[in-house]
């Protein structure tokens, strides 16, 4: 149930389908928004984003609410707070973390997304800095990387709840190395983390207070310059991506005695700048997104394969590197904000087209695919 206040927006809305691609939703505006984060919560796509007032100056933080299979599309407003951070419980409710305003210093609370009738507000604390990861045991993990500092170690917060209500909020250091990839094996309730370290690659379980409970070197006898983790385990065999210098994908097996196959898996033909965390969209089926020299992308892995690779060649357009048919999604450059699961083997990219340097964006387009 969504207990929010409804908001009075004025967006054009217009909704085209590529038959071999899906079905794009766009959405415009003259005042202009900032993305913030999105979600499915109940059978529903959910954007949070700033909406600008005519003087660019103040914005209502508003929440985009899309029924995908409907087209139809509402829009409320946040009124708690600002800077949204969408996670999700142990039982798979919905919440979110906002800023409240104090005078002298940053406080958040955590709230459910959507039904906030007859709440008791809990009392502000400290922000949650990271990223939401997933869930282990009774714990959301988020993990944060200080990506400025040598010496900062990376932190571990495992927001603890109990009968769906927040018990405590627990943030801890994590053992040197720093810049880890983390992995959460959400069957096993395990917690991951792989760095590279000394010309091998460290693999390390933890707990959910950041102790380490086992740890193994990999020694693959080649530096990637990105690496992108599909699963990791002590049990059951490793599979993570390499992308060398040259936009090459490597997919990397490590079973648990350590016996390590490589195979080449993909080509970009490019230098591949940034990767983002896999998202799974089904059994050994993952979407993965990343930005290039020329614009950005996805490739989507099934079963070890790269079922369909998408990238940004020219503005506005992506080509399907596969079929090579080319989709003209907008007139601008467009920027990947997100990609969520909607269901199994479905999912959304979440774009919006790039403006002028200070000038608001105002074009916000969801593409809805399935794939076979």
């Known amino acids: 149930m969504i207990?929010?206040?409804?908001?009075?927006?004025?967006?054009?809305?217009?909704h085209i389908d590529f038959p071999t691609l899906g079905l794009l939703t766009v959405l415009t505006t003259l005042d202009g928004f900032d993305i913030k984060d999105a979600i499915y919560c109940q059978e529903k796509l959910v954007i949070s984003a700033y909406f600008y007032h005519k003087n660019e100056m103040s914005y209502n933080v508003i929440y985009i609410v899309i029924d995908?299979?409907?087209?139809?599309?509402?829009?409320?407003?946040?009124?708690?707070?600002?800077?949204?951070?969408?996670?999700?419980?142990?039982?798979?409710?919905?919440?979110?973390?906002i800023t409240v305003y104090h005078p002298d210093k940053d406080l958040d609370i955590i709230l459910p997304l959507f039904d906030r009738e007859n709440l008791t507000y809990p009392k502000p604390k400290r922000p949650i800095v990271g990223n939401f990861m997933g869930i282990c045991h009774n714990f959301s993990i988020f993990h944060n990387v200080d990506i400025f500092s040598d010496t900062k170690p990376d932190k571990l917060i495992a927001v603890e709840f109990k009968n769906d209500d927040i018990k405590k909020t627990y943030t801890n250091k994590i053992p040197f190395p720093k810049d880890n990839t983390l992995f959460i094996d959400s069957l096993n309730n395990q917690i991951h983390l792989i760095a590279y370290v000394d010309n091998v690659w460290l693999h390390r379980q933890i707990d959910e207070m950041g102790r380490e409970l086992q740890s193994r070197n990999i020694n693959i006898g080649k530096?990637?310059?990105?690496?992108?983790?599909?699963?990791?385990?002590?049990?059951?065999?490793?599979?993570?991506?390499?992308?060398?210098e040259k936009g090459k994908f490597y997919l990397i097996n490590v079973s648990p005695e350590g016996k390590i196959e490589q195979a080449l898996l993909f080509d970009i033909e490019r230098q591949i700048y940034f990767i983002w965390e896999p998202i799974k969209i089904a059994a050994e089926t993952f979407?993965?997104?990343?930005?290039?020299?020329?614009?950005?992308?996805?490739?989507?892995?099934?079963?070890?394969?790269?079922?369909?690779?998408?990238?940004?060649?020219?503005?506005?357009?992506?080509?399907?590197?596969?079929?090579k048919e080319v989709f003209k999604l907008s007139t601008k450059k467009l920027i990947i904000s997100d990609i969520v699961k909607i269901k199994d083997h479905n999912y959304t990219v979440v774009f919006y087209g790039e403006e002028e340097r200070h000038t608001n964006n105002k074009e916000l387009i969801i593409l809805n695919r399935n794939i076979d």
């Open 287 to 323: 979407v993965i997104r990343f930005t290039n020299e020329i614009g950005n992308g996805w490739i989507t892995i099934q079963n070890n394969q790269v079922i369909e690779a998408f990238s940004q060649e020219t503005v506005g357009c992506y080509i399907n590197l596969h079929t």
């Open 3 to 14: 207990t929010l206040k409804k908001a009075n927006m004025s967006l054009n809305e217009k």
């Open 223 to 244: 530096r990637f310059s990105l690496i992108c983790v599909l699963n990791l385990s002590f049990t059951y065999t490793s599979n993570i991506l390499g992308i060398d």
């Open 68 to 97: 995908l299979d409907k087209k139809s599309i509402h829009y409320y407003h946040e009124l708690d707070g600002i800077l949204p951070q969408f996670f999700v419980s142990p039982t798979g409710k919905n919440y979110v973390s």
